[in-house]
Nanobody, 125 residues
Framework: QVQLAESGGGLVQAGGSLRLSCAASGHTFNSYSMGWFRQAPGKEREFVAF????????YYADSVKGRFTISRDNAKKTVYLQMNSLKPEDTAVYYC??????????????????WGQGTQVTVSS
């Protein structure tokens, strides 16, 4: 069974940057698309970014487009989320997730089968 472990969260001032990492184990990592989601207090979890198994296809939520970049290193079984120009509204617990099926491009939350424990990102104004 796949296990995911996020890291890199923390407290940052508005306008700052953070880089989240998600390390996978027990999984054929390079066959599966990955996603980042986030959940702010009192809100539902929402999609942030998606990357296909090869890294050739990426999708972003409109709210982060141009500020966040998702990438992956299949040799290290790790996916990254580079977050620049952070805003207070980016404050949330960030989760990485692996797709339920190999070689798929669907990015709805229900398409992802395994989730990490989350990492807190707090952006102060």
């Amino acid at each position: 069974q796949v296990q995911l472990a996020e890291s890199g969260g923390g407290l940052v001032q508005a306008g700052g940057s953070l880089r989240l990492s998600c390390a996978a184990s027990g999984h054929t990592f390079n066959s599966y698309s990955m996603g980042w989601f986030r959940q702010a207090p009192g809100k539902e979890r929402e999609f942030v970014a998606f990357i296909s198994w090869s890294g050739s296809t990426t999708y972003y939520a409109d709210s982060v487009k141009g500020r966040f970049t998702i990438s992956r290193d299949n040799a290290k079984k790790t996916v990254y989320l580079q977050m620049n120009s952070l805003k207070p509204e980016d404050t949330a617990v960030y989760y990485c997730a692996v797709h339920r099926s190999a070689y798929k491009l669907d990015k709805a939350e229900g398409d992802f089968g395994s989730w990490g424990q989350g990492t807190q990102v707090t952006v102060s104004s």
